[in-house]
């Protein structure tokens, strides 16, 4: 079989995979789900699931960098690096969106009952602002701190920022969420005028 062949397998098996979970965290939570249940619901075989992924965790790990690599990537295309307030707030905006987007999985994370979850997200997001600061940085963008510092800072802020929101039941529309966030990035927590 050739190699290219056997990509386009598994792909498919990770996307037939990645729909299972997603439809059945619609009725129940992340840790109700069993590999078993995510197999039977993608008609995969558990041991080719077991083939790819140690167990539900990895999984879960695995879609989240996906998700996350697809929307960095997307987001470095769009980038704008000539205005540092555009680029601020169409990556706020943009992070916004994908929370919307992939609430549920967020959820889960926020709310499973195993902490490694949301620590692998934290780690996740990390990475990909890192890089997007790094090609930012290329671009020319300059920083007060190390890259690396103000990605950590970023990340720890969002995340619990992100947790609180989805745990609040979003009292905030993303429009409100996306003004203060900008309020205290970019104006340095000085009012922005409408």
Not at 98 to 114: D, H, V, Y
Request: net charge neutral; proline share 1%; with cysteine.
């Amino acid at each position: 079989m050739s190699e290219k062949k056997e990509d386009l397998r598994i792909r498919r098996t990770h996307k037939l995979l990645c729909e299972a979970m997603f439809a059945l965290l619609e009725t129940q939570s992340f840790d109700e789900i069993s590999v078993v249940n995510i197999c039977d619901k993608a008609m995969v075989h558990r041991a080719t699931f077991y083939k790819h992924f140690k167990d539900k965790y990895d999984f879960m790990e695995y879609v989240t960098k996906v998700k996350l690599r697809d929307f960095y990537t997307e987001s470095k295309k769009l980038a704008d690096f000539s205005d540092k307030d555009k680029l601020y707030k169409a990556m706020i905006d943009n992070i916004l969106i994908f929370i919307e987007e992939n609430k549920k999985m967020l959820q889960l994370a926020a709310s499973s009952s195993n902490n490694n979850f949301f620590d692998s997200l934290h780690r996740i997001v990390y990475e990909e602002l890192l890089s997007f600061l790094t090609s930012s940085q290329k671009n020319g963008e300059t920083y007060r701190a190390p890259v690396d510092i103000f990605a950590k800072f970023l990340t720890g802020g969002f995340m619990s920022l992100v947790r609180w929101w989805l745990e609040d039941g979003n009292s905030y529309t993303r429009e409100e969420m996306a003004k203060h966030i900008e309020c205290m990035l970019i104006s340095g927590g000085k009012h922005i005028s409408e």
